[in-house]
């Protein structure tokens, strides 16, 4: 999404296609397959992985063997805390005064494996009362690469796994270091169990156990008024629980409801099977339904219910315009449990709050046959009832679903590398306008996928309105746009950048935002140069990694940081390594996390595995933590 209008009209096809071909490869139509071809098909043969877990005694159950630690007391099994698994642990500080213990060992990350995962079980316990200030901190590090650091503002009542993607030190021989710090008062305990370090012979890395509902498969049918403001009919869900323990809930998000009241709701959920529905929350997006048999680790199970959605007036990402309705984030979907719980993060109209897994959707609309229905995914239309079109639409490995409807004009085109284009324009949009827009989006489509990998969803749909307040708005496969060539590339970008590189977009928005503006610029010709050179922080809270609670707060900035400033950093970033080096990062980041979900913590180690430049004073400069 952009969150500042750009009303200007769209240059000439001529012109973007002239920038964009500076930009581009000689041949897009040669882009590296997403992970699901085979890479013997495009790439020299790897070495050969042998899966395996290269963390020596990581449980710790042969005491303190294979690990170098600063007090002979870290590896423990006395009392006072207790282990994840066995009778053994890592206990670092909880001594109540300034206090430093360190606990590392040397481990080699096996070449030619699709993936590595770094996974261990922290307990954080603590004498500090603070909910604002981090005294007491634990850093987690690979090589000269901080993947996380925790404080006792994260204590916890039991353990928490954490999850990071190192696959980026394939073939290296690294020191995994775990650092607990104390200030000169009140105790903070760092507990660590179970600290293993698994390969695997694939190109996708294995899905994030402590990440479920898993592989969710929706299946919809909905039946239009007149006018396409008022749907209604049945959605089921059908998932895997992926993590560990027992799954004994699930959460719907009912994201347009922010666009109501909760008496009067434009999303109604009823009549639900496979479990009963709680209280509505966050606002009434929220809506728990307790599992009628609590799920056991790898086991599936189907929730339905009865779906009414009722779209307001106003030209928004849910709402309509006149006669032109635009559907987005209606259908409810699965919140996502991680290391940090149930995510049920309110919704932001500042940008976005959406996290959600890679799902298969098939949709079924039925509508009068005088609106045409984009949607996202692949659509087929057929004769329905009199005077009605029965609309199926399937998408796979999206992370939402989005539909419009009303009496577009519609264009259609291929672009070089093959993806079928279309665009509908509302009736105040000329047909050159809408036109530009069709070379914009075959142009743009295929300049990111030369960058970053073959396109996946099978066709795009566009849809422009120039009275769009928000300037543009991305779901997989379909796009709201004003007429603007830079709008609608970076809208095109978002496919792959929270499309198939997903992310937690309410507490990392610079992990889709700043990425695909970046993308925009290489796209559109633009080098980034100097553009860091203006950058001015208004305050030391401010970061390029602050999340939308942040932003919320101050929104007057969220643009200017998380769009310039953020792509700003990659452009330095790119000046750092070096182009081709930059552009091998991202293609193989976005290759890595094909349909998975990025974190700050796995850029930042991709990054670093990619030069030999120290990067730890770069993200410092550029305020990137996580």
């Not at 189907?302 to 009414?308: A, E, N, S, V």
């Amino acid at each position: 999404m952009r969150p500042t209008p750009r009303k200007a009209l769209a240059a000439s096809a001529l012109a973007l296609a002239t920038a964009a071909a500076l930009a581009l490869p000689a041949t897009p139509a040669s882009a590296a397959p997403p992970a699901t071809v085979p890479a013997a098909a495009t790439a020299p043969l790897a070495e050969a992985c042998t899966p395996s877990q290269v963390v020596a005694n990581g449980g710790f159950e042969s005491g303190a063997a294979s690990w170098t630690q600063s007090s002979t007391t870290l590896v423990t099994n006395r009392t006072g805390q207790s282990a994840h698994g066995g009778g053994y642990y890592a206990w670092l500080d909880g001594t109540g005064g300034t206090h430093t213990d360190t606990l590392s060992q040397s481990v080699t990350v096996p070449a030619g494996c699709g993936s590595a995962t770094l996974t261990f079980w922290l307990h954080i316990d603590t004498a500090e009362t603070t909910s604002s200030t981090a005294y007491d901190k634990l850093t987690a590090k690979i090589g000269s690469t901080t993947l996380a650091t925790y404080s006792n503002l994260d204590k916890n009542t039991g353990y928490t796994q954490k999850s990071f993607d190192v696959s980026a030190f394939a073939g290296q021989t690294v020191t995994l270091a775990f650092t607990g710090t104390e200030d000169s008062s009140l105790q903070s305990s760092f507990v660590l169990d179970d600290i293993a370090l698994n390969t695997a012979d694939s190109t996708t890395p294995p899905a994030d156990s402590t990440r479920t509902p898993a592989a969710p498969s929706y299946t919809v049918s909905l039946s239009s008024n007149t006018a396409g403001t008022v749907w209604t009919g049945h959605e089921s869900a059908t998932f895997t629980n992926a993590s560990a323990t027992a799954l004994g809930e699930v959460y719907l998000r009912l994201w347009d409801n922010y666009h109501g009241t909760c008496s009067s709701m434009p999303i109604v959920v009823s009549n639900v099977t496979g479990g009963t529905a709680g209280a509505l929350s966050v606002g009434c997006t929220a809506l728990p339904i307790t599992l009628a048999t609590p799920l056991a680790p790898g086991q599936s199970a189907t929730i339905g219910f009865d779906l009414g959605i009722t779209v307001p007036s106003g030209a928004d990402r849910f709402g309509h315009d006149g006669s032109f309705s635009f559907i987005g984030n209606a259908l409810p979907v699965l919140a996502v449990k991680d290391g940090a719980g149930w995510h049920l993060d309110p919704y932001t109209n500042n940008g976005e709050s959406f996290y959600s897994l890679a799902a298969d959707f098939k949709v079924t609309l039925d509508h009068p046959t005088s609106l045409l229905v984009p949607a996202t995914g692949t659509s087929v239309d057929a004769a329905g009832s009199s005077g009605r079109t029965v609309t199926t639409a399937t998408a796979t490995k999206v992370r939402d679903f989005a539909w419009a409807a009303g009496p577009f004009s519609k264009i259609s085109g291929t672009s070089t590398a093959g993806t079928p284009v279309n665009v509908y324009s509302v009736s105040a949009i000329g047909s050159s306008d809408a036109q530009s827009m069709l070379s914009t989006a075959k142009t743009a489509v295929d300049a990111h996928a030369a960058r970053f990998g073959a396109y996946p969803y099978g066709e795009l749909d566009a849809v422009i309105d120039n009275n769009f307040w928000f300037g543009g708005m991305e779901y997989p496969g379909f796009v709201l746009d004003l007429v603007s060539t830079t709008a609608l590339t970076h809208e095109i970008g978002h496919q792959w950048w929270y499309g198939i590189v997903g992310d937690d977009e309410y507490n990392n928005p610079w992990l889709d935002e700043s990425f695909t503006d970046y993308a925009t610029d290489l796209a559109l010709g633009k080098t980034g140069t100097g553009c860091w050179n203006s950058v001015s922080w208004a305050s030391a809270a401010e970061k390029i990694t602050n999340s939308m609670a942040y932003w919320d707060s101050h929104s007057s900035r969220y643009s200017t940081v998380v769009y310039g400033y953020g792509k700003c950093a990659l452009h330095d970033l790119r000046r750092l390594i070096g182009d081709t080096a930059m552009a091998k990062l991202l293609k193989d980041y976005a290759t890595a996390h094909w349909y998975g979900v990025s974190t700050t913590a796995e850029f930042k180690a991709a990054a670093q595995a990619a030069t030999t430049t120290d990067l730890t004073s770069f993200w410092s400069t550029h305020r990137i933590e996580g």
